[in-house]
């Protein structure tokens, strides 16, 4: 770990003064991703300016009939919520597919959406990578790659967005409300995290100095028909192989409404809300149409030595997710 | 043979400490003036270090020393002077910072000293190595078809191994009903030890 | 104090920060990069917490943090100013043993002890939260907390014995 100066943001405006005259500053939260990157070398800021005396610590109805979820309420009091676990099912139960206590307890909301991939080449400096130094190369394409993606990948990057939320809120179709020196923006989930292209360095759209200051959710949360599945080398502690997040609102048999992501196959969570509105709403709900739904959302995916078995293991956890969420709703 | 301790719970002598955090383990002592220091690993497999350059390292607040196989106390040469009754006999035995060479990936080639443990892990970070690599194997199916076979031990004092007696594979393919029981009575549940061989 | 003055003031980057930990208030200058894990460890010598991995792996250095249970190596000690830390030392002592402790020596749930301040640190927080219920919550809630030994089935009992007893492990 290299030697850093600490500050507290004590508003909002003064902390994205000091990041504009800080390039390589970095906000923290919980800390339990960034913190252990810099004990690894991985991050090196010069700064580390604490949020954690902002007031972003609310969970709160919306006029829209919405919830809006604060930056810093941890992922343990988000998926304990009584809002969340009642109306939003599906995120309570993501939350707890991941990490362990201790660290949901510490984990923000806004930074498990900025958490970085857990990609061996990532973490590993005495290795070549292009996200952790552009231009280096990818020995993970040709390497160890168990975990990696799918879909989505480029030349120089195949690494997964390793978060469990952000599987849950990409299918509820959450807004990220951010702030900085230009101003207030929403930015819809789908376009929060980006693909690596010829970037791979750069994970989401947040631009320096610009803080998440919560995650909304809309105002329908699936609580009746929703599963998330996740598959892993262990039963707790351990990060997705693949999991699904699937959300369903049926009227007498044909679906409504529909949100699907995927996590472990992609630099973010992977859904396709142009398909769901071709092949899933107004169809039934059954395995036909699930099994029409995958090979759509799955098409164009490629393995790349050691997660080939991810192009098997995908479309039968899609088809679960979506078959549980259909018949099992909310006890899944 | 007396089986009666198993499966029972035994209080251990060493619980209370153990359980209270007081217990202290190897790292855990305290001196006056205590240093820290943070080992730095080689990252190639197999080569040897052509240069290291520790400046930058002992400009940290409170470094001491960089330990590297330039200035390392003296140690001994042969490998028998590291042979002890456990050793294997064939090999080379673990010398940190002996030499130049690079033997395995993951080597220690440095030591930082600091009077922080801190300020060692920020040392540690700042040495500057380069290498000379050697090729290297890592695939063990194509390493075994190298490996040569150990005949006879030159340990003195030690037996060798028994030799296997009974067939397991053939037993595994009977009934379990059929296999051999203990006839001890465990005195509390049995379901947390599986006891099949008699006593 | 407002943050941009702070930041051009500063001659050094150590920062006041006051923390209690089992009750005691510590008044400390704390360089940013250290964590919470070595100021309790080698700064106040209160070695019970114990440096697994240190990379939020192991969870032997859990700790409870304003009751909360937290992996102690990933905290950095200045941004718990004003918070109220509680060891395995602030639990109980060896002659004044806290239930839980108690019920970790009576049923036998460990071998080496290493992991055991972390687990016991983290049955209590776990306690103390109320969600799990029953055998399978309490594995599934303490999987952050890594026993080489395998003493896993002994913790269980421990945990499960304290939680029938309605109890919350801390006296």
Redo the contacts between chains.
């Keep these: 770990m290299n030697n850093f100066e600490y500050v507290h943001a004590d508003g909002l405006e003064s902390a994205a003064t000091f990041m504009a005259g800080h390039a390589e500053a970095k906000f923290i939260g919980g800390g339990t991703n960034l913190v252990d990157l810099m004990k690894y070398n991985v991050e090196k800021p010069t700064a580390l300016v604490d949020l954690n005396r902002l007031s972003l610590r609310e969970v709160e109805e919306m006029p829209d009939g919405g919830v809006r979820i604060g930056a810093l309420v941890t992922n343990s009091d988000v998926a304990y919520h009584s809002l969340i676990s009642a109306r939003y099912p599906l995120l309570s139960r993501a939350i707890l597919a991941g990490a362990s206590a201790q660290l949901r307890n510490k984990a923000t909301t806004g930074g498990n959406l900025l958490q970085r991939t857990r990609c061996v080449y990532f973490y590993d400096t005495a290795v070549p990578c292009n996200k952790r130094e552009p231009g280096t190369g990818c020995p993970a394409k040709e390497g160890v790659n168990r975990s990696l993606a799918i879909l989505g990948t480029s030349v120089a990057c195949i690494a997964t967005h390793p978060s469990d939320m952000c599987v849950a809120l990409a299918a509820l179709g959450a807004t990220v409300q951010v702030t900085g020196s230009k101003g207030d923006r929403s930015i819809p989930f789908a376009e929060f995290h980006r693909l690596p292209g010829d970037q791979p360095e750069i994970d989401t759209t947040l631009q320096h100095g610009e803080v998440v200051t919560s995650v909304d959710l809309p105002a329908i949360g699936f609580a009746g028909h929703s599963a998330y599945v996740k598959v892993r080398d262990r039963q707790s502690y351990a990060f997705a192989l693949i999991s699904v997040a699937a959300g369903l609102e049926l009227t007498d048999g044909l679906i409504t409404q529909a949100g699907v992501a995927l996590g472990g196959v992609a630099h973010k969570p992977w859904r396709n809300a142009q398909l769901e509105q071709e092949l899933l709403i107004g169809k039934p709900a059954n395995r036909d149409t699930w099994h029409i739904f995958q090979q759509a959302l799955l098409a164009g995916a490629h393995g790349f030595g050691e997660n080939d078995f991810k192009l098997k293991l995908a479309p039968v956890t899609v088809v679960r997710a979506l078959e549980q969420a259909a018949h099992e709703g909310a006890q899944a | 043979m007396n089986t009666h301790l198993i499966g029972t719970d035994v209080n251990r002598i060493d619980g209370p400490a153990k359980v209270s955090g007081a217990a202290k383990y190897a790292a855990e002592f305290f001196a006056p003036e205590m240093l820290y220091a943070v080992v730095v690993s080689g990252t190639i497999a197999h080569g040897e270090i052509s240069s290291m350059d520790t400046k930058k390292a002992m400009e940290v607040a409170g470094a001491v020393e960089v330990f590297t196989h330039k200035n390392r106390p003296h140690m001994a040469w042969r490998d028998k002077s590291y042979l002890d009754e456990d050793a294997p006999t064939d090999g080379k035995p673990l010398r940190p910072l002996y030499d130049e060479k690079i033997l395995y990936s993951g080597q220690p080639i440095a030591l930082c000293v600091a009077e922080t443990f801190e300020a060692a892990r920020a040392m540690s970070r700042l040495i500057e190595v380069s290498y000379k690599s050697l090729t290297h194997q890592t695939d063990l199916a194509i390493a075994v078809q190298e490996a040569k076979k150990i005949e006879g031990t030159n340990r003195t004092g030690i037996e060798p191994p028994p030799k296997p007696r009974g067939n397991s594979a053939r037993r595994l393919q009977t009934p379990r009903s059929s296999w051999p029981r203990s006839t001890t009575r465990l005195p509390r549940s049995t379901t947390r030890w599986s006891c099949s061989q008699p006593p | 104090?407002?943050?941009?003055t702070?930041?051009a003031q500063?001659s050094s980057?150590a920062?006041k920060t006051a923390i209690t930990v089992n009750g005691s208030l510590h008044e400390l200058e704390i360089?940013?990069?250290?964590?919470l894990l070595?100021l309790l460890?080698?700064r106040l010598?209160?070695?019970?917490?114990?440096?697994g991995c240190?990379?939020?792996q192991c969870?032997a250095c859990?700790v409870l943090v304003d009751g909360?249970?937290?992996?102690s190596c990933?905290?950095?000690a200045?941004?718990h100013d004003g918070a109220d830390v509680t060891?395995?030392?602030g639990?109980?002592?060896?002659?004044n043993?806290s239930p839980m402790?108690?019920s970790?020596?009576?049923?036998?749930a460990?071998q080496c002890?290493?992991c055991?301040?972390g687990q016991?640190c983290?049955a209590v927080?776990?306690l103390h939260?109320g969600?799990a219920k029953t055998e399978d919550d309490i594995?599934?809630?303490?999987?952050?907390?890594v026993c080489r030994c395998g003493a896993y089935?002994?913790i269980v009992a421990a945990v499960k014995h304290l939680m029938a007893s309605g109890q919350e492990g801390t006296r």
């Design positions: 104090m407002d943050l941009l702070t930041t500063k980057f920062v360089e940013p990069w250290t964590s070595d460890r080698e010598q209160l070695t019970g917490s114990k440096k240190d990379h939020g969870g859990t909360v249970r937290v992996n990933l905290c950095l200045v941004m060891t395995i030392e639990l109980g002592s060896e002659t043993l402790q108690q970790f020596v009576d049923h036998d460990y002890g290493y055991t301040p016991i983290s927080g776990m939260e969600h594995r599934e809630q303490l999987s952050g907390n089935p002994n």
